[in-house]
């Protein structure tokens, strides 16, 4: 299945896309709250409470009510996570691009929940910051309570994948000491535009990555260079963190960022920024300055 929310921004309805050979102007979404009432959203609860498989039930019933995905906002495929964690320098290709030795274990850091958008949402870059870029990472949401997993049963614990852009302020990750400042600027984390359910992707191993700014390709990069891998990372951080169902697991980037290129390329007002995932989606978010 592939998760959507969709409506204003705050007030999204769970959906789901109904696979079709349409082209994407005349696809449809199934209102998942006018079929179930006790769906208010796909956030916690919904997670932990068997709620992907109540929607596989509800694709078999009869009356759904469909809404046209033309001209329909999306927001971020999962409401409000309790966490976002993210990953520094797990692909080789890109710690290199920073001098950086390959890490002998994961970088660790979060993004605020309140970054987060959805996949053609405006990127506001805040008043006097010059030095932002972008990141294309696979996003892992995890599907039920993951505390000391074991890596051969972690993938178990997956409720499926999105597509997640890092943006970053380097300036203030820079000269902050550490990162989270520089990651959680509001609009700086969108992600989108489906969750993708685990049974729908055989091997996230196995996955091409993309970002490009204006039509020009930065980063083209595949999930097989992941330097920790997806089991790993969840075994890893559930050893001492719990992961609750929700939660974001952000993978890291692979190598062709701008703030690594000669000379650098950040995103400026006008621009557009398309970061892609095989099998799971393409995001296409305007870069706007703050109007306020």
Same mark, same amino acid.
């Given at each position: 299945?592939?998760?959507?929310?969709?409506?204003?921004?705050?007030?999204?309805?769970?959906?789901?896309?109904?696979?079709?050979?349409?082209?994407? =102007?005349?696809?449809?979404?199934?209102?998942?709250? %006018?079929? #179930?009432?006790?769906?208010?959203?796909?956030?916690?609860?919904?997670?932990?409470?068997?709620?992907?498989?109540?929607? #596989?039930?509800?694709?078999?019933?009869?009356?759904?009510?469909?809404?046209?995905?033309?001209?329909?906002?999306?927001?971020?495929?999962?409401?409000?996570?309790?966490?976002?964690?993210?990953?520094?320098?797990?692909?080789?290709?890109? #710690?290199?691009?920073?001098? %950086?030795?390959?890490? /002998?274990?994961?970088?660790?850091?979060?993004?605020?929940?309140?970054?987060?958008?959805?996949?053609?949402?405006? @990127?506001?870059?805040?008043?006097?910051?010059?030095?932002?870029?972008?990141?294309?990472?696979?996003?892992?949401?995890?599907?039920?309570?993951?505390? &000391?997993? %074991?890596?051969?049963?972690?993938?178990?614990?997956?409720?499926?994948? =999105?597509?997640?852009?890092?943006?970053?302020?380097?300036?203030? +990750?820079?000269?902050?000491?550490?990162?989270?400042?520089?990651? =959680?600027?509001?609009?700086?984390?969108?992600?989108?535009?489906?969750?993708?359910? &685990?049974? /729908?992707?055989?091997?996230?191993?196995?996955?091409?990555?993309? *970002? =490009?700014?204006?039509?020009?390709?930065? +980063?083209?990069?595949?999930?097989?260079?992941?330097?920790?891998?997806? *089991?790993?990372?969840? $075994?890893?951080? *559930? #050893?001492?963190?719990?992961?609750?169902?929700?939660?974001?697991?952000?993978?890291?980037?692979? %190598?062709?960022?701008? *703030? $690594?290129?000669?000379?650098?390329?950040?995103? +400026?007002?006008?621009?557009? @920024?398309?970061?892609?995932? /095989?099998?799971?989606?393409?995001?296409?978010?305007?870069?706007?300055?703050?109007?306020?």
């Amino acid at each position: 299945m592939k998760l959507i929310r969709f409506g204003a921004a705050g007030a999204e309805r769970p959906g789901i896309l109904l696979e079709s050979a349409e082209p994407e =102007s005349k696809q449809m979404f199934l209102d998942v709250r %006018a079929m #179930a009432f006790d769906i208010e959203d796909y956030n916690e609860h919904f997670f932990a409470h068997f709620g992907l498989e109540r929607l #596989a039930n509800l694709l078999r019933e009869p009356g759904r009510r469909l809404v046209p995905a033309e001209g329909v906002r999306l927001g971020s495929p999962v409401a409000r996570p309790g966490k976002i964690i993210c990953l520094g320098k797990n692909y080789a290709a890109h #710690a290199r691009e920073f001098d %950086a030795k390959i890490p /002998e274990s994961p970088i660790l850091f979060s993004k605020a929940p309140t970054a987060l958008i959805g996949p053609a949402d405006p @990127i506001i870059l805040p008043e006097g910051v010059t030095q932002v870029d972008g990141e294309v990472e696979l996003a892992v949401v995890i599907g039920k309570t993951a505390r &000391r997993v %074991a890596e051969s049963d972690a993938l178990n614990y997956v409720a499926g994948y =999105s597509v997640l852009n890092d943006v970053t302020d380097r300036e203030a +990750q820079r000269a902050a000491g550490q990162w989270f400042r520089g990651k =959680s600027p509001d609009t700086f984390c969108p992600l989108g535009p489906f969750l993708v359910t &685990r049974d /729908e992707i055989p091997d996230p191993h196995r996955l091409k990555l993309t *970002s =490009s700014i204006n039509g020009r390709m930065l +980063q083209n990069g595949n999930t097989a260079d992941l330097i920790f891998n997806i *089991s790993f990372l969840i $075994a890893f951080i *559930s #050893a001492t963190i719990t992961l609750q169902p929700g939660d974001v697991l952000a993978t890291g980037t692979p %190598a062709g960022i701008g *703030s $690594a290129r000669t000379p650098p390329v950040y995103l +400026q007002p006008g621009d557009r @920024i398309e970061c892609t995932v /095989e099998g799971i989606g393409r995001q296409n978010n305007p870069v706007m300055k703050n109007r306020s």
